[in-house]
């Protein structure tokens, strides 16, 4: 058990470096489908992000709410409580079951849904289609993320890693077979693509289950009758729905900001796209700090030492902002070379490259609010970063791009820096929220107050 803050740090590493491989992997499993599809057509290509940016936003809010998994199964970890964390993980899988079908009512009517915002026809029928096939992997994509969450809790991320590339390769492999038709497989282009994720998802499920049962038999078997009872399940979805609206509102953000880029053009969307796609890149390290903050500082919480949950959470703020304000550096310095990597297209790479700069002022901030809200989960605080979030993105940050981009007429460049005020402003408050509910005591979420344990 760490002891000083270096001790730490160092446990802060260990921990985040496999999760940020895993975020990168599950990234990697999209950028793999773009690529392979855009040997297709163009048409493909656009079918394949339109799908999955429905899905997405059809599926993030319940990657969100299986993150209550975070403060109840590291609480209990930390406080040595067998029983509640084999509670947490079975209700975790409970909550995957029911989020399952959530999701599967709003992917159901996608092609009108697309109808609606007015995308081409062709290209709406086909991403209708993949969102609709993507219905036989939800329910994996769920549990997979339930039993991630778990699993990182417990510190056991190898198996994660594992899992994660084993669906990598195994995209790649059927994509080969059903996007192009090879091995006497018909060329099925984005519908192929949406089978082979879906297949995949089952694929890295069946895996990690396999890998780690020695880990997670114990929280699985025997069943418990407890884990059913409906006051600490409504406990547990009420402490990860904030989580799940805040990533929606997040998600939502940077799509609408996405919609209006598209109405200054084709080149300005397209630069707007290789930036965000830089920047979320470098994300995916400050992310992956964030989880392992909420894990460190989840164990202290459940031992009751304020005093390691601190440093947990001033560990995992220097690992992320010193990681961000690194890459701020890079893009701030080169983003012609940066810019250029991604495209051949002059007009599009010195969009990219006036767009860069302001990602590299942001990364910072972006460091700041990602891995406070790791830090308040850790806690359990899952309320105020929504609310946060909320009046920051949406109630300032929103209005502020749409002032400078069009009423000011800074275009692209207006976009990103009210996009960068309002992740500024949630960077103060959550970082100042941090201090404040680390300042006293830390207790323990309590889930099951009135059930009795067996």
Partial sequence: MPVTFRAELGAMVRLALPIVAVQLGQMLMGVADTVMVGHVSAEAIAAVALGNLYFFGAAIFGM???MSLDPVVAQAVGAGD???????????LILSLALSLVATALLLPARPVLGLLHQPEHVADVAASYARIEIAGILPFYLFGALRQSLQAMKRVAPIVGAIVAGNLANVGLNYLWIYGNLGFPAAGAVGSAWA??????VMLLLLVAVAWRTIRPQLLPLRREALAWQPLRRMAALGAPIGVQYELEYGVFAVVGIMMGWLGTEQLAGHQVALNLASLAFMVPLGVSAAAAVLVGHAVGRGDAAEARRAAAA??????????????????????????YTIDPAVAALAASLIPIAGVFQVFDGIQVVSIGILRGVGDTRAPMVVNMLGFWLVGLPVSAALGFGLGAGPRGLWWGLTVGLILVAIVLIWRVRRRLAGEVRRVVIDRDVARA
């Avoid at 994720?197 to 089952?202: D, G, K, L, N, P």
């Avoid at 961000?324 to 701030?332: D, E, F, G, T, Y």
Wanted: aromatic residues 6%.
């Fill in 82 to 92: 067998t029983v509640a964390v084999a509670h947490g993980v079975q209700r975790g």
């Fill in 64 to 66: 969100g709410a299986l």
């Fill in 316 to 341: 995992g703020l220097v690992c992320g902002v010193g990681f961000m304000s690194a890459s701020a550096l890079v893009m701030l310095t080169i983003p012609r070379f940066l810019a250029g990597i």
């Fill in 197 to 202: 994720t879906s297949v995949s998802r089952w």
